[in-house]
């Protein structure tokens, strides 16, 4: 009896090992955990393509996956489809469908993306064309004909696997929001693009999108052409000035933002600004109207205007 005793000790001194062992190296678990695996090799701290590669190799090996399995021209690819090939072979690593790349998704990931290098912001949420729902809604090539979108933002100096990386295993602090979009069996389109530079090295977006059974995304042509601006003499009236401006576009207009001497100031919404001068200091100040398209094409303008002690 007393072996029996002593031998379930020995058992229980074991599997608490086990156990603690277990937590000290946590790993992501496949899916749906939320667990970020240090990227080893450091691709950061070498900037280099083929350490993010190998990196992801060993989160695969700690998640039980295969290795990459990447076409001989992988490294000849531009990131855009260097991220695709990596997104979907995390998919069907899993057992899941690969997605379809689109070139009007692709557009507006292009459209965003410049939007977050030029303005220098980074949030799902733009202040010269709202939401990524208003995004979605105000596009005549995407409106209506989803029934399910996502979308990923990543800024990393290693543009092609980097983003992918930083996704799928070092997103805990966005609660896997990014890995779960990449593993959503639901969706079935996506479209990336990128900008190279700035602080984070490159900024790229992945739009994602689920087409709806009701009303098919039909692949229209993407729009390419940004819309035109001008802006009239601001005309002052009292402590009331007004400034319209003029706009054209090849599809159409979706939103128009004017701020007040510095961008991210106040915003004014619409083709026409009215505005109470009477609380201004005197001197010289610029407004600035942005136009932006549905596929996220955008232009500006600028006028100055005097306001007198």
């Known amino acids: ?73 992988y490294y000849r690819l531009e990131p855009p489809q260097q991220q695709f090939i990596l997104l979907n072979l995390e998919r069907t690593d899993r057992g899941l469908q690969p997605l379809e790349m689109d070139a009007t998704l692709s557009q507006m990931a292009l459209g965003y993306s410049r939007q977050l290098f030029n303005l220098h912001f980074f949030s799902h949420t733009s202040p010269i064309s709202g939401t990524f729902t208003d995004r979605m809604e105000n596009n005549p090539a995407t409106a209506l004909q989803y029934s399910l979108a996502a979308e990923n933002l990543a800024g990393n100096p290693v543009a092609g ?42 900024i790229s977006a992945q739009e994602f999108l689920a087409s709806a059974g009701w009303n098919l995304h039909s692949h229209p042509p993407p729009d390419t052409i940004a819309p035109y601006v001008v802006t009239g003499q ?3 009236e009292g402590s009331n ?39 201004l200091s005197p001197g010289r100040h610029t407004l600035v109207v942005y136009v932006v398209d549905g596929a996220l094409n955008y232009s500006m303008a600028s006028c100055t205007f005097i306001v007198k002690p």
């Open 1 to 73: 009896m007393r072996k029996i005793i002593v031998l379930l000790l020995i058992l229980l001194v074991l599997a608490a090992g086990a156990l603690l062992i277990h937590h000290q190296q946590p790993v992501a678990v496949s899916g749906s955990g939320c667990v970020d695996i240090p990227a080893s090799p450091d691709y950061l701290s070498t900037n280099k393509e083929a350490d993010a590669i190998a990196a992801i190799d060993n989160a695969h090996a700690q998640e039980d996956l295969p290795p990459l399995r990447l076409p001989a021209n």
């Open 234 to 236: 601001p005309l002052l």
């Open 161 to 202: 696997a980097g983003p992918i990386y930083e996704y799928m295993y070092d997103d805990s602090a966005e609660s896997c929001g990014h890995r779960l979009n990449i593993l959503d069996p639901k969706l079935t389109l996506v479209g990336i693009n990128w900008v190279r530079g700035g602080q984070y090295g490159s």
């Open 241 to 279: 000035l007004s400034c319209r401006t003029l706009v054209g576009d090849n599809v159409g207009v979706v939103r128009i933002t004017w701020f007040l001497d510095r961008f991210g100031n106040q915003p004014y919404l619409g083709p026409t600004l009215t505005l109470d001068v009477s609380h």
